[in-house]
């Protein structure tokens, strides 16, 4: 079960990561300044989203970038306190 769960989770980290590049990249082409390379490396994630959430209203990467983040997060509290319980009644 924990095996499936870490797979599940692993997974979406993979997604996530491609998606977080296809924004990037689609970005970088739709900015006609001459430094487009900074959106590869230099701008911050929440940037990245809001301006992509900005250009292409209806497209569900930010939203689908901003679910696995906070899947993520409950993930590990979860974690967190099934580990600290278990070993607070083990003793």
């Known amino acids: 079960m924990v095996a499936v769960a870490l797979l599940a989770l692993v997974m979406l980290a993979l997604v996530n990561i491609a998606f977080w590049w296809v924004m990037r990249i689609r970005l970088m082409r739709t900015d006609s300044a001459r430094n487009r390379i ?4 230099f701008r911050s994630g929440d940037d990245v ?8 209203p209806h497209s569900v990467l930010p939203r689908y970038c901003r679910v696995a983040f906070w899947t993520a997060i409950v993930s590990a509290a979860i974690v967190l306190c099934a580990v ?3 070993k607070a009644f083990g003793k």
């Open 38 to 41: 900074e959106w590869l490396s």
């Open 49 to 56: 989203l809001d301006t992509y959430a900005a250009l292409f």
């Open 84 to 86: 600290t319980m278990l």
